[in-house]
């Protein structure tokens, strides 16, 4: 609770701060100096032990830098480069590949997904419904963020696409954007994993899991310790690992429409109508407005061990990317309800560009 107490302080600061009333300047002479201290600031008090950041605009990184350290005992510093696992930001990779399913017809985003004829456990469910998260029963609460149910995406993918999941996201996404320091499961390290999924990039994926940044638990107190974590393949709602440079690459690629029709990702960043109510949520993104602006953003927790944030302003084609190698960029801020500022590192960053 001391330390929640500090970081609001530490916004109210910033609220009262004469720069963040000026029309804001993407130039290092802009809000740059500003948000670089402020990051570093939230990093310290909610004890994160290492960060890497990217403010990205029309496809190029305007700054990145590295905070802290991917590997505290030896003292390894963060970088734009450190790899992390992103937990359910995986989700708007997931998206993508099934609105390209839609767009080419295989898919249908209002059918039950049962009628596909494959066995997931909700297939009363139609594919808009668990790509925004909300409840088909009448009965029950229409929006509640439940990555279970998500995960059962990566069959409809297999369905539309019949191949290994894992296949599509390294072929479809990861190699044809470049994406070099992203790997689709921690599992791939394993010396034994054959290439049975069509997969031939695996020395270079292990090269870059023996960068990965240590995973932390970080306690009350912010005491850190290593959490040791099992081997994981990629889903719909984890096991990727990237860095904020790669991810830059994937929010280019999605600026410049080289993933979707236009007309399609403005759909997915427009929140979905349920119940005759707007949901905090498109297709795989969250959605909101702040000052008049849309936001879309997208987070990603894994356990005592790494968090992310990707926060999108589409008017203004910036993008800001923040990833940890402890989930305390997020779980304090219950970011799965649905609202961004409840996050004292999103409050920062849209006081300054908004």
């Known amino acids: 609770?001391?330390?929640?107490?500090?970081?609001?302080?530490?916004?109210?600061?910033?609220w009262s701060t004469g720069i963040t009333g000026q029309q804001p300047v993407f130039t290092p002479f802009g809000i740059i100096p500003v948000l670089d201290p402020y990051l570093e600031a939230l990093r310290q008090q909610t004890a994160i032990p290492g960060m890497s950041a990217a403010l990205v605009r029309d496809g190029v990184v305007l700054w990145e830098k590295g905070y802290g350290f991917q590997n505290v005992a030896p003292r390894i510093r963060a970088t734009p480069d450190t790899p992390y696992l992103v937990g359910e930001t995986v989700g708007s990779l997931a998206a993508v590949l099934l609105l390209q399913c839609v767009e080419q017809r295989h898919l249908e985003l209002d059918r039950r997904l049962g009628l596909y004829g494959i066995q997931v456990p909700d297939g009363n469910a139609t594919l808009r419904q668990v790509l925004s998260h909300t409840n088909p029963d009448p009965e029950a609460e229409p929006f509640v963020y439940n990555p279970e149910r998500y995960a059962q995406l990566a069959r409809v993918m297999e369905h539309c696409a019949p191949q290994p999941y894992r296949k599509s996201v390294s072929h479809r996404i990861l190699n044809r954007l470049a994406m070099v320091d992203s790997v689709p499961g921690t599992d791939l390290k394993d010396p034994d994993v054959e290439l049975q999924e069509g997969l031939f990039e695996l020395e270079r994926y292990r090269r870059v899991l023996t960068r990965l940044a240590v995973g932390y638990k970080v306690d009350s107190r912010g005491r850190s310790e290593v959490t040791t974590l099992p081997p994981t393949p990629v889903s719909t709602v984890g096991g990727l690992v990237s860095t904020v440079r790669d991810l830059a690459k994937f929010d280019g690629a999605l600026d410049a429409d080289l993933l979707l029709l236009e007309e399609t990702t403005q759909q997915a960043w427009q929140p979905v109508i349920h119940r005759g109510a707007a949901m905090p949520t498109g297709l795989g993104w969250f959605v909101q407005t702040h000052r008049g602006q849309p936001v879309v953003w997208t987070f990603g927790v894994v356990p005592n061990a790494y968090s992310s944030l990707i926060i999108k302003l589409p008017e203004r084609n910036l993008t800001l990317i923040l990833l940890?190698?402890?989930?305390?960029?997020?779980?304090?801020?219950?970011?799965?309800?649905?609202?961004?500022?409840?996050s004292l590192f999103a409050q920062v960053y849209l006081k300054l560009v908004t």
């Not at 609770?1 to 910033?14: E, F, Q, S």
């Open 324 to 342: 940890a190698n402890s989930d305390r960029l997020n779980t304090p801020f219950m970011l799965q309800q649905g609202d961004l500022t409840r």
């Open 1 to 14: 609770m001391r330390k929640l107490i500090g970081l609001a302080a530490l916004v109210v600061v910033l």
